[in-house]
């Protein structure tokens, strides 16, 4: 893995529904899984969706790892709109605790997922695995990186971070709560994050367009993770970029208001780098990715780094 050069041509296979047992939850936990064809020692990436996803959105980011030799494990949370769950429904304050339990409970089925694609088993690094999301994914797998939620006193929420996890990319990730509109405040309470045990490496990227309809701050708001979270952080501000990125949810989606295809190849390269390099310490890709980026004429986006 350190040192190989990036390759679209690799063949992905990928299983789902994956079902993991999930008592408690009222639903079983279903994940899709995509690993490489060939190769061993893969590391992982658990990836949490935005609201409304499911296992089945962000190929273009879930694909391309898995082609570049990371087994992508994608559950799917409680908010999908493919379950359906009426907004009255007695989990509906507890999503957000639900979809961490779900990340962790993806890292605990590891043996049952491994089991459900032909020929990869014995070929998962266990030792190596990051976490990665989008929007509220992105809160959700902060929280595993140490990212804590404030109560109604301000008082950091238990600590729900996980050692299994050495590295995490955060995209689109919301900022501190003192800025929220009306509508946040009373609706989405779990929107108070602390970021001062966020101490787990990761990667921080935010659109500078990125105008929020939850926050009255402004696109600034998206680097508040990386601005107030300990060090060994990078943050990548892409020029343009709206909450989709380019386009990471999926190929022509909706929701996608920012379309542009160089954004997310940026992405898929710049991303896989940091993963490379933050879970191999000896792998140079991140830091050669972040020169070429310093010295590219017409960049799509700035690195900095603590």
């Known amino acids: 893995m350190p040192g190989t050069s990036l390759s679209d041509s690799t063949v992905v296979i990928s299983a789902k529904p994956v079902v993991l047992s999930a008592p408690g939850r009222g639903e079983d936990l279903q994940v899709r899984v995509s690993a ?15 609201f409304g996803w499911s296992m089945n959105g962000y ?27 009426p907004a009255d429904d007695p989990r509906t304050p507890r999503i957000w605790r639900f ?13 049952v997922l491994e089991a459900s694609v032909p020929g990869l088993a014995g070929r998962v690094d ?28 301000g008082v950091p929420g238990e600590d729900m971070s996980d050692p299994r996890v050495k590295a995490g990319v955060l995209l689109a990730m919301a900022g501190l709560g003192d800025d929220l509109t009306p ?7 779990f929107m108070r994050p602390s970021f001062d045990t966020m101490t787990t490496p990761a990667l921080i990227v935010a659109g500078d367009r990125d105008d929020s309809a939850l926050s009255t701050r402004g696109p600034d708001w998206f680097t508040d993770p990386y601005t107030y979270s300990p060090g060994n952080k990078s943050l990548l501000t892409l020029f343009g970029a709206e909450h989709s990125l380019g386009g990471i949810p999926g190929y022509e989606v909706a929701e996608t208001t920012d379309e542009s295809p160089a954004r997310v190849a940026l992405l898929q390269h710049l991303t896989t780098a940091y993963l490379r390099s933050a879970l191999h310490p000896g792998d140079t890709g991140w ?11 017409d960049p799509l986006g700035k690195i900095e780094s603590k």
């Open 287 to 297: 830091k050669a990715a972040v020169i070429a980026l310093e010295e590219d004429p």
């Open 36 to 50: 490489p064809a060939t190769g061993g020692d893969l590391p992982v990436v658990v990836f949490s969706h935005g």
């Open 126 to 153: 266990r030792e190596r695995v990051a976490v990665a999301g989008h929007s509220w994914g992105a809160q959700t797998a902060g929280t595993l990186l140490g990212a804590r939620v404030l109560d109604p006193d």
């Open 183 to 189: 509508f946040a405040v009373e609706h989405l309470p």
């Open 99 to 111: 979809r961490t339990e779900d990340l962790k409970r993806v890292l605990d089925g590891l043996d």
């Open 59 to 85: 190929a273009p980011l879930a694909d391309f790892w898995a082609a570049q030799g990371f087994v992508v494990l994608q559950p799917t949370h409680l908010d999908s709109r493919t379950l359906g769950l």
